[in-house]
């Protein structure tokens, strides 16, 4: 108990201070409808973002600017009123757009099933003319839209000096891919840029507009992402030590995810996938930072849930998701994922054990190559069809990019298997359960280019998030259907996240595996 | 220029610092209609005010709390989570009401000409919980209607430790009136001390919830409440210093008003009668406290105003309305000004030969007696008719209330003329003009009293502010018609003012001319 607070408290003195980058709007903007458009709307420009203390604004009037690129961060404005008599306040609506619907569309009536909290709107009142105004909370934002609910009939307002403040921790600027990387990927990149950069607070969270939490999932790929782009080792370390810190006090088990504020806290949702990967975060962590002390500060808790996690192997060596727990591998919810847990914890098990190696613990870990190694082996067995060339999955025998993807990572497929297995799954079968995610595309990619498959997965990162990019991604969405701009996991697009760091790993790819052309 | 900056900043050396006075709210209400209210809302209590954080609550549940009395300041609560994951921010929306309807009905579609700026209503987003909040502004408010927008499906929010923070800077307690006052003058004097304590902030306001002004007219009856109730001379000081600091540069005329937020700034907006009221306050201050030093500082500012308005007076000693200027005496449109204003020129006139003699300035206003002599002559001759024993105004001879208070405050009518116009245009003609504001009603009411006829003044005070207090009045209203609760200078009663400090003069009749029964 003590040295788990004493965690909290490490952690807390790791938070970073966050740098401020203060941007003026480039432009005014006003929505056009367009079909040729993925996102529904052209924003035309209107004025110049400097004419705007020009315009005088009263009741009803509006407008939006445009910050031309994605920012997480405040707002603040000096706000002067100009007539015969300053003799009111002036109200003020404000609303914030990651995505052009966002700011041309009406919020209400909502439909989604997440709380309408997080819609971006604000209506604030302001007493004392002149005024420096400084929004009270932080959002995410290409596009702010002001509308003059009231002044008095007496006077108009005028806006001096809009300025976002961008905040991240994200330290300076990466390097630029070789010359001669081709346009799209150079694109794609810096849209993967942006979206980790505008993710990396003080913590890595999954999405800056909505949530704003700390998961085990998304952190392990923005930490791999940052490593090569934006290092920022002190919010890995405090990141693992909050989980280490918050685990369920009755086994050690790690939630997955914690909230951050007020005060660090656990939460009681746990996702089998994980917590068996932390270990492997913790080995990244190491290998980046070659800090073994805390590597070796850390093992305990990368231990203890792959301890927890065997125990739900049973006796021929299968991972059987136990009831009432989450395997979350993708949001797809078709998927059957008895495959790819398989080769989630396996994958776990190997990471897992270089740790052991790494900090010397290999003596608490004596049976795990003898397990590993029938896992692996019963999976190839139960998960592989030699007929069909594919990894299968549940008693219907699903095949899925997902099985393929995680048996591959794991390590129980030949690298021939695995290749046929995913060029069949991903390229030639329709029928193939595809992902929801870009974290399962994430590893799909990654085990694309384990099996020798590079081409492919850079195919496959220029249709997925390349395509994003050709629908007017300034950083990379929770969610993209290339036939539905209005698709929403949650039943109405204005409640999506347009900045998911889950889909910010391109960047890792082009640098960390050298995936470029 | 200079020794006119040189008084702003001694004003401002002066703001108070205000008393804070925390308060729990008494009651859970929920308003019921009720025709046999004035206010046409029955408040029954639902539970005690301590029972609030025994309930939890979720996306659409609200609750009205009752502070039971008017109270000008901030609001603050504790906001906690409550439920499977409090895995979003929570919205809500807060009312502030004076009287019931503000809370007990809604606001729109508004139909005011004043700015809605100034509805008394607001919508946060708190994003993390547990949070302590306190609500960004100041309100007007013996009610706060709660709504919960939305929190998330996974948890409801529970409201521990709100407290209306009281802010005043009326020091301590009047003494209570003396033992066998009838329970009638008790009960307006209460309404009236709280009205004159929640518009004594850092200057002395026109009312909280709205305006929030300093204007000459209502810092005058405020000063001369505040000398028999709560006595805070600087207060009155500071807003003789902001006014002197603040005149027309041209000439040093005095606007009506000032704004003292954000940085203390004038306006164009003159009253004749206002302006040249300001050395009647002075001389009042100078009484209350026996700073003569503070009257012979001011002295030039005083007399500035009756040296640019007696320019005004003609040939025959009558004061003519300059075209463009207002003379405002009352807001009934209907009212013939003329007889009014000579009487107001003439009172001050006199107020300025008092203030000259106490401050050794005798020799600058050597015609001032002669020529307020011949004033007092003509306006007689001119404005009071022996055939019909009133005073008469305008080419129609309109009658009205407030030729009848002028011209006695003024001294131009004989004791028993005085009485005998006013018992007539007050009690018996029932087409005579009457007052449309409390501040019209305080100088017949005082003009009752110096022509002897304190038993009617009583009988005044009793019909008007003894009605609103009969109506339900916690404290006295800007506007009060005892034919209709939804009557509203402006178009709609919910911008109304009910707490408005000219009205707060009970107080001052009862203590300073001991008008009790």
Known sequence: MTQRRRWVEYAESLKPQLEAIPQSPVSIVRPVSDSDCFLRWRMDVEANGTDLSKRLFRKGDQFILDFEGHRTGNLEFHLVGEGRSVDSPVRLKLTFGEVPGDVA??????RGQLSSAWLPEEIITIDFLPQKVRMPRRYAFRYVKVEVVDTSPNFGVRFFDVKAIALTSAPGQPAMLPAGTSDWIVRVDQ??????????????EDGPRRDQRLWIGDLRLQAQASYVTFPNHDL???????FAGLPRESDGFLPACVFEKPTPSTTDTFILDYAALYGAIVLDYA????NIATARDLWPVAH???EILFQYVD???LFQIPKGYWAFIDWNVKLDRSAAMQGVIIYSGRRLCELAELTGNTAQIKTYSALLDKMTKVAHEKYYSSDLKVCISGPDKQVSWASQAWLTLAGCLSKEEASEALRRAVFEDKTSIQPATAYLYHHVTQAMIECGMRREALQLIRKYWGGMVEAGADTFWEAY???????????????NSFCHAWSCTPTYFFRASRLIE
């Not at 569309?105 to 909502?110: I, M, V």
């Not at 890995?236 to 909050?242: A, D, G, I």
């Open 315 to 317: 006796e021929q060596g």
């Open 105 to 110: 569309e009406p919020f209400h009536p909502y």
């Open 191 to 204: 849209v993967a840029l942006a979206t980790l950069r505008d993710c990396m607070q003080t913590t890595f």
């Open 287 to 290: 290998r980046a930072t070659n």
């Open 304 to 306: 203890r849930q792959l």
């Open 481 to 495: 259907d290339p036939n539905d701009s209005n698709f929403s996991p949650y039943g109405d697009v204005h409640i």
């Open 236 to 242: 890995v370390k405090r990141c693992l030590y909050l």
